[in-house]
C-alpha cells in the first residue's frame, strides 16, 4: 500500500471513529433519561409493595400497632407455628438511595401531611378511600385528614427541588411508621400523584388510588395501566 493510501486510511477511519463519538453523545442523554425513568418506575413497585405489607401489618393487628422497622414487615407475620412472609427481601430496598435504606414515616409527620394535601389535589379535591385498613388506624389519622390544606405548591411558593418541612428529621428505623420515602431528593422523570420530586414521593396504605403518570418535556400523560392497590 503506498504511503498517500495509508495516510488516507488513517484519516477515515478517524473520522468514522469521530462521528461514532458525535452520535454516542447525541443519544447519551437519551439513554441515561430511560435508566433513570426505570430506576424509579421500579422505585415505585417497590414502594407499593412496602406499603401494602404496611396494611397487612396494620390490619393484623387490629389498628392496635405499626412496623417500627423495615425489619417488622420482612420478619412477616404469625402464621400458626410459621411465619408469613409479607415483603419481599428485594422490596425493602430503595433502588434511589445510594445505601437503600428508606425513610419511615410517621403518621404524625408533616411529610405525610403534604403528600396527603398533594393526592388530594392531585384528585379534584378528595382524597381516595383508606376503607382497606383497619379503622382504628383510620381514626387515629381521622383529624389529621380533615384538616389538609389544599393550597397547591404554587400557591404556597414550594419549589419542586425543595424537600418537606420534617424530611430532614425522618429516619431508617426504629420508628413507628405509616409509610416510606426515598432518600434521594432529585427531581423525577416520572410523576407519582403529579409528584415530579422522590423526596415527596410517600408510599403508604393511606388514601391509595390510581396515580402514576409519566412526564416529558411538554405534558403529563396519565397511565392508564395503572391499578389502584387493594
Known amino acids: 500500500m503506498a504511503i498517500d493510501e495509508r495516510g488516507y486510511t488513517t484519516i477515515t477511519l478517524m473520522a468514522i471513529m469521530t462521528l461514532i463519538a458525535i452520535l454516542l453523545l447525541a443519544v447519551a442523554p437519551s439513554i441515561q433519561r430511560e ?4 430506576k424509579e418506575i421500579e422505585a415505585i413497585r417497590r414502594g407499593e409493595e412496602v406499603a401494602e405489607a404496611i396494611r397487612q401489618y396494620v390490619n393484623f393487628y387490629q389498628g392496635t400497632r405499626l412496623p417500627s422497622s423495615i425489619d417488622d414487615l420482612l420478619e412477616g407475620l404469625p402464621d400458626g407455628t410459621k411465619k408469613r412472609q409479607i415483603l419481599r427481601p428485594s422490596a425493602a430496598v ?5 445505601d437503600g435504606k428508606w425513610l419511615l414515616v ?7 401531611k403534604n403528600f396527603a394535601r398533594r393526592v388530594q389535589n392531585y384528585m379534584g379535591g378528595a382524597l381516595p ?13 381521622g383529624v389529621f385528614l380533615t384538616s ?3 393550597r397547591t405548591d404554587e400557591e404556597k411558593e414550594s419549589s419542586a427541588d425543595e424537600t418537606d418541612p420534617g424530611y430532614n428529621e425522618l429516619t431508617t428505623e426504629n420508628r413507628p411508621f405509616i409509610g416510606v420515602v426515598s432518600k434521594s431528593k432529585s427531581k423525577s422523570i416520572i410523576a407519582y400523584y403529579g409528584i415530579e420530586n422522590h423526596s415527596k414521593w410517600v408510599f ?3 388514601f391509595r388510588g390510581s396515580a402514576t403518570a409519566t412526564i416529558n418535556p411538554q405534558t403529563i400523560i396519565p397511565n ?7
Do not use: A, G
Not at 410517621?106 to 405525610?112: G, R
Not at 378511600?129 to 389519622?141: A, F, G, I, K, R
Open 35 to 38: 435508566v433513570q425513568r426505570e
Open 94 to 98: 430503595d433502588p434511589l438511595s445510594e
Open 106 to 112: 410517621e403518621i404524625n409527620s408533616p411529610v405525610l
Open 129 to 141: 378511600s383508606s376503607e382497606n385498613v383497619h379503622p382504628t388506624m383510620v381514626n387515629q389519622v
Open 148 to 150: 389538609i390544606d389544599t
Open 204 to 206: 403508604t396504605p393511606l
Open 224 to 230: 392508564p395501566n395503572q391499578k389502584t392497590t387493594p
